[in-house]
């Protein structure tokens, strides 16, 4: 019975810091504006919803910029949500080698399960390697279908071609509100 208190207890006083609850995007912000638009979307995957509803924070890309041949990269910018809160403000660089070819936009979110994870993350210790997909036009997605380290992360195909079988690297750099 304890143990039921304590960890009735323990959900009741994190509920609130649930990344799943209702952040607002600054209206004059086209960045949040289209990272708020890229968070409905990908809300509306039924598939999704235990991880809005675990994770502690999210990272939110509207736009990731992908292109290679034999040698890739690809840039994006997004914003780091914790709870309701925007944090501030990722950008995402990816340098990649291997059989690759084409060009591609994708949309992606990071759930960060624990707050932990989110602190490496806004620390600069989350990379991201190895890379394998086929993507044409708006078909396409990219998934890890459970957590991994505290981590989970979904893609989805805004436009473009691109066949990949590389090695990646991906890198993440956090701007804290005020910094940008």
Do not use: H
């Not at 690297?169 to 804290?176: H, V, Y």
């Amino acid at each position: 019975m304890p143990a039921l208190v304590a960890g009735l207890l323990f959900l009741l006083l994190t509920l609130p810091l649930r990344a799943g609850a209702e952040w607002q995007p600054d209206s004059d912000s086209p960045l949040e504006q289209r990272s708020a638009a890229a968070v409905s979307e990908f809300q509306e995957r039924e598939a999704l919803q235990p991880y809005f509803q675990e994770a502690a924070a999210f990272a939110v890309f509207p736009g990731i910029t992908r292109g290679g041949f034999i040698l890739g990269g690809a840039s994006g910018k997004g914003l780091l949500v914790e709870g309701d809160t925007l944090a501030g403000v990722v950008r995402q660089f990816r340098l990649s080698v291997g059989p690759q070819f084409g060009y591609q936009n994708q949309s992606q979110i990071i759930f960060f399960r624990t707050a932990a994870a989110a602190e490496e993350f806004r620390a600069g210790r989350t990379e991201f390697n190895g890379a394998a997909g086929l993507a044409a036009g708006a078909w396409g997605t990219s998934i890890t279908p459970a957590w991994v380290s505290d981590v989970a992360v979904f893609a989805q195909t805004q436009f473009g071609l691109m066949v990949e079988a590389s090695l990646a690297g991906t890198r993440f750099r956090f701007e804290p509100l005020g910094e940008d």
